[in-house]
T-cell receptor
Framework: ETGVTQTPRHLVMGMTNKKSLKCEQH?????MYWYKQSAKKPLELMFV???????ENNSVPSRFSPECPNSSHLFLHLHTLQPEDSALYLC??????????????FGEGSRLTVL | QKEVEQDPGPLSVPEGAIVSLNCTYS??????FMWYRQYSRKGPELLMY????GNKEDGRFTAQVDKSSKYISLFIRDSQPSDSATYLC???????????FGKGTTLSVSS
């Protein structure tokens, strides 16, 4: 167990659906991240939250909407997605992004399929 | 040119072999270099971390950074079937900036 829990582990949705991915970290970390992992592509950083404030939005389409109510919880709200959005969505946390030790703690991911 | 290049493989070796995994990069400002390991159906976990140039050894694993060539390597000695996973290199240039990942190399070690 990495201390980062993601739900659901698998999600199938139509292009008109609205769903949410949830992430919770039990490590007392201050920063949380959403990454997208597609086959044969590098991990793509989507959003960064530091002390509940969004510090980075990596040109992500508005059909992805993050929410960080506190330092332990992170959501990714999904609506009107496209089939090319099918991927593994990984949540990660770190103690302090400013230290940049690279120690990101990842959850096991939510496998999303958009029909 | 992509910032970080990594051959996705797959790479298949027999148990006991020495494995060499590599990444090249284009941004000479990168200072922090990491290797993550990702087992099937799991998230990545940090395996090795190196700052600037040089070598770092941890058990059967050795990480090398050659900044003059913009080239990093991960060596696995006496490889085991439990080493079968995808290995991702990652790097960044300064504190507070996001990690840039390679595509990952899938390694299979057969017994």
């Amino acid at each position: 167990e990495t201390g980062v829990t993601q739900t659901p582990r698998h999600l199938v949705m139509g292009m008109t659906n609205k769903k949410s991915l949830k992430c919770e970290q039990h490590l007392g970390h201050n920063a949380m991240y959403w990454y997208k992992q597609s086959a044969k592509k590098p991990l793509e950083l989507m959003f960064v939250y530091n002390f509940k404030e969004q510090t980075e939005n990596n040109s992500v389409p508005s059909r992805f909407s993050p929410e960080c109510p506190n330092s332990s919880h992170l959501f990714l709200h999904l609506h009107t997605l496209q089939p090319e959005d099918s991927a593994l969505y990984l949540c990660a946390s770190s103690q302090d992004p400013g230290r940049n030790t690279g120690e990101l703690f990842f959850g096991e991911g939510s496998r999303l399929t958009v029909l | 040119q992509k910032e970080v290049e990594q051959d996705p493989g797959p790479l298949s070796v027999p148990e006991g072999a020495i494995v060499s995994l590599n990444c090249t990069y284009s941004n000479s400002a990168f200072q922090y270099f990491m290797w993550y390991r990702q087992y099937s159906r799991k998230g990545p976990e940090l395996l090795m971390y190196t700052y600037s140039s040089g070598n770092k050894e941890d058990g059967r694993f050795t990480a090398q950074v050659d900044k003059s060539s913009k080239y990093i390597s991960l060596f696995i000695r006496d490889s085991q079937p439990s080493d079968s996973a995808t290995y991702l290199c990652a790097m960044s240039n300064q504190a507070g900036t996001a990690l840039i990942f390679g595509k990952g190399t899938t390694l299979s070690v057969s017994s």
